[in-house]
């Protein structure tokens, strides 16, 4: 185990903090987690590179704890600035976000509050996540509902696996041996081992894709509860912790072509404003670029009324005041 300790490191800044609680973590997970900010000078010296002045270390440092322990036994860095790597489609791609010490190997991540007991009962149920703020999320989520589970982070998909020593090969040169980690052998879990090595090296059959923001994906307009336009191989569906959905359904097209958008023919403002909204939809399948429209001049000259028209076109207006 190492006896790396994190010497400073500062307080995380109102910007984290409202950050990680998007990821539905609390202050107190947080702190107990003793998730910490640190320099570039620092964050480098954790993850066993040399400072330069071409690259910044400077993030957020996720300690690893074994159940149990009090100590440490590896920091993992998240940088606020990583690297930019150009793709073929002309994007450009973060690179190396997250940085573990070089030669350390693969390790299991643990939520701070687990139970080391829950080690040696194979009889509780397991789940497995990648990265470690969706591992203390989900810790969360079990233990807000008083169900017991063991959650288990991996810092990549197949970093279940990794280097496990050296062997010679035929021709007498060292070579690295792949394999499961030492952190899933340490664990006493009998056959539970041998059923997540089987689980995690298994085709799924079927595999979905999970997004971030409502919106066009592979061909579908996602919204929290449906997908509209083509079906594809792989079910798109909105990943979110947030259950609030700012569209509505109200009425029929028809309904509101004859009640709403006949209403507008000949009043350009009421026009300008409705096409504006119908057109936020159309932008991604016609490849166009977005932009924006500003309605100004005195009151009561019809801003808002222009505005609740256009709203009209996603969801209901509103039902008192003009906000």
């Known amino acids: 185990m190492t ?17 990680l609680a998007t990821s539905y973590l609390t202050p107190k997970i947080i702190a107990d987690t003793q998730i910490r900010r640190v320099g570039t000078h620092e964050g480098a010296e954790l993850v066993g590179r040399k400072p330069k002045a071409s690259v910044n270390y400077a993030g957020l440092i996720f300690p690893y704890f074994w159940p149990g322990e009090s100590r440490p036994r590896e920091y993992r860095l998240r940088r606020d600035e990583p690297e930019l790597e150009a793709q073929s489609d002309g994007t450009a791609k973060e690179k190396n976000k997250y940085l573990s010490p070089p030669g350390k190997g693969n390790l ?8 080391a ?11 497995i996540t990648e990265g470690e703020k969706k591992t203390l999320a989900l810790s ?8 017991k589970r063991m959650v288990i982070g991996l810092s990549g998909v197949w970093n279940w696996r990794g280097t496990v020593g050296k062997q010679a090969d035929a021709k007498g040169q060292r070579r690295d041996v792949k394999g499961v980690i ?13 059923l997540l090595a089987t689980y995690l090296d298994s085709d799924p059959g079927k595999r979905v894709l999970c997004v971030t923001k409502q919106g066009w994906h592979r061909g579908s307009y996602i919204l929290p509860d449906e997908a509209i336009g083509e079906e594809s191989a792989e079910p798109v569906y909105l990943q979110t912790f947030s259950t609030d959905c700012l569209f509505r359904q109200r009425g029929t097209a028809d309904e509101w072509r004859d009640n709403v958008g006949r209403s507008c023919a000949g009043k350009s403002r009421l026009m300008l404003a409705v096409s504006v909204a ?16 500003h309605f100004t001049g005195g009151s009561s000259l019809g801003k808002s009324t222009a505005l609740f028209v256009a709203g009209s076109a996603w969801k209901p207006p509103p039902t008192k005041g003009r906000g």
């Open 182 to 194: 030492p952190d899933v052998e340490r664990g006493n879990w009998q056959n539970a081992r041998r």
């Open 140 to 147: 969360r989520y079990y233990a807000e509902r008083s169900e």
């Open 278 to 293: 119908f057109s936020a939809a159309l932008i991604e399948p016609l490849q166009g670029e977005s932009g924006g429209w």
């Open 108 to 115: 299991l991540y643990f939520a701070p509050a687990t139970d």
């Open 3 to 19: 006896t790396k300790t994190l010497n400073g490191g500062g307080a995380l800044t109102p910007s984290d903090l409202i950050k």
């Open 117 to 127: 007991a829950l080690l040696a009962d194979s009889s509780v149920p397991m789940t």
